[in-house]
């Protein structure tokens, strides 16, 4: 029906869209509906009707994903159309967090299938066809580390942007690491999470946390898993009171934070570039590139 699913970083400042099609004449001109920058996803539409229905490939579900199934990636990989490469599903829960994008989290497939320049927004396919994940990034150093955003993470946004509307995603500016400690006794006591950074002017920021405290709870359920937080605030609809029980320093504190909408805190940074600073704490990380 003429929608076409590829990357936000692939249409990014772009004047014009032209789709190619096998069997068509020429390209076509495309609007983009919409784009959601969280998850590096764009939704396009053909402006020109066609008698016949364009190629489609079947979304299928990542639920149904394991470590160790073939994964097939499609691609123009450096301007060699129409190639296929294949390997693995290397791992289901690589964060964002991981590959360096510290401003949100979210959960990505990484395969072991060749992904290089000019495969972004390409498919990453399961045995029977059906569309798993979408081509994003791949490791800049080494070989092997690509990652694909899930499709089950495509299908959740689809509504909001083919109605041409963006995606509220709720996040609230700290970023956590498992606890390293070696103290085995206060390991088991549940402070298995410490904050590492928190990001400036985030609610988290403005709710007093900071760099090395230890969570403890967070809406009354203990945490021994930075999963558990990242999927608490991800589910969390924009603007919901978290209320947080942390360690500092020996002592037990209470924390309540609003979630903010993550547009909110990039749209700040690009608007006043001369107030940027860097967040309080933190690492470097893997350096990690779109593959445009």
Do not use: Y
Request: proline fraction near 5%; include cysteine.
């Amino acid at each position: 029906n003429g929608v076409i699913l590829t990357n936000a970083h692939v249409v990014q400042g772009a004047d014009s869209v032209r789709a190619s099609f096998a069997g068509q004449s020429s390209p076509m001109e495309c609007d983009v509906l919409e784009t959601d920058e969280v998850i590096d996803l764009a939704v396009l539409k053909v402006r020109t009707r066609t008698r016949a229905a364009l190629p489609s490939v079947p979304l299928g579900h990542t639920n149904t994903v394991r470590a160790g199934d073939w994964a097939i990636v499609l691609g123009n990989p450096l301007g060699l159309q129409n190639t296929c490469t294949l390997g693995i599903v290397s791992s289901l829960d690589r964060s964002t967090g991981e590959t360096g994008f510290d401003w949100m989290r979210h959960p990505l497939l990484q395969t072991d299938a060749a992904v290089n320049q000019g495969n972004s927004g390409g498919p990453m396919l399961n045995e029977q066809g059906e569309v798993i994940g979408m081509i994003s990034m791949r490791a800049l150093f080494g070989e092997g580390i690509g990652f694909a955003i899930p499709v089950d993470s495509i299908s959740q946004a689809l509504p909001s942007l083919l109605a041409s509307k963006k995606v509220q995603r709720s996040f609230v500016g700290l970023k956590l690491a498992a606890n390293s400690g070696n103290d085995n006794a206060a390991r088991s006591a549940s402070n298995l999470v410490s904050v590492e950074l928190v990001v400036p002017k985030s609610p988290a920021e403005v709710a007093g946390f900071q760099a090395g405290d230890e969570i403890l709870e967070l809406q009354g359920s203990k945490v021994r898993h930075v999963s558990e937080v990242q999927a608490v605030v991800r589910s969390a609809p924009v603007g919901t009171r978290l209320d947080f029980r942390l360690r500092r320093g020996g002592e037990e504190h209470k924390l309540t934070t609003m979630t903010e909408d993550v547009r909110r805190l990039r749209e700040e940074r690009d608007q006043s570039p001369k107030a940027r600073r860097q967040p309080r704490g933190g690492a470097p990380r893997v350096i990690i590139m779109p593959a445009p």
